[in-house]
């Protein structure tokens, strides 16, 4: 049986001690199993403590049974000596964000009667499960209770009891299918549960707490929480966001709300105004066109047009005449093409594109009536010669 010093003393980070088990697993690596140890293993939703077994990596530990087996890159003897040292940094955030989950969890449970069914810790992020749901001003209450009661620096107090003793007392929540000692985690006035894990030694280790997001989960909540160090990386992040756009604005990071969305509503003016000149130019191209046009065969090449202004363009001539219309649009090295038809003419347009796919080595389709596509401009051939695939199709519909 592993003695588990991280129970009472959760800031010990260096610990001497004798191997009293080895043996290699089939990943290669060794389960080094110590008299006692200051190594976490995994549980109840917070990861693994990593480190050093003197100076070999300790990538991970697990519980199995009543015993802690340190994962190591090293093989050693029974009997040998070794000093453990845990990554602190590593630990302490574990532990803040544990006994945040724990503040959280507890006051949640005073304040609306909601039950936590679900924690996880990553290395990323912190969610916790409710099974009600809150609302923002509920979930912004509950943000400020728990930091009031991160100031006031109440200790995290654990201890051992026995089944019979668990039966006699109230707890927030009791996990399913213990036995023997059971380890009781307390902070006065906010919380009492059975937990395993490690936490800061008063509530005042958790330094500052956000609840960054939320979402509704299984019919309650699912809320995304930091704590500490991550709690103000978090809010450097956000700050320097909101400095540099403020900056980008010309203005406070108060008033940058109002300033984006001024600009969105100006754009989407400008947008509007766009669109109505580009299909006032295809009204009075279309009508150009069509009077430099004689025949069945209309086609023209448009520069500096991509291929949503050709659409509209063709729409608009086989609108006002029953032509067959082939447009192409060019901007930068890519050539745009768009041929369409009127309801009396009877030549599939999906033919005709397929001929101007092979001219210029392009790709498109469509449909009966219309039909579009496009191709790349290699800059290590000649420019093709968009008269000559006009010609070419002309051929084509008059045969
Ligand atoms: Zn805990």
Known sequence: MTKRLYYNSPYQIELKTTVTECRKRADGLFNVLTAETIVFPAGGGQP???GKMNNASIVAAEDMGDDVFHIVDAIFDPGETVTITIDWNRRFDHSQQHTGEHMVSGIAHSLFSVKNVGFHMGTDYVT???DKMLTKEQINELEMAVN????????????????EELSTISLRKKADGISGAIRIVDIEGIDSCTCCGTHTLTTGGVGLLKITDSMKH???IRLWMTCGMRALVDYSGKHDTLIRL???FSTRWQNLE??????EKELADMRFEAKRRQLRYCELRAKELLSNTSGQFIAAIESDSEIEEIKLLCDRIIQEEDKITLLFGTKSDTIYYCIARGSEVDISMKTLCLAVNAALSGKGGGRDDIAQGSAKIDPCLPTPDLNMVIA???????K
């Open 48 to 50: 693994s403590d990593i």
């Open 128 to 130: 916790i499960d409710f």
């Open 148 to 163: 009031r009661a991160i100031l006031m620096d109440i200790p995290v107090r654990s201890k051992i009891i026995s089944m």
């Open 218 to 220: 299984r019919g309650g």
């Open 246 to 248: 403020g900056k980008h």
């Open 258 to 263: 109002a300033a984006i969305l001024s600009q």
């Open 392 to 398: 070419n199709i002309r051929n084509i519909i008059h």
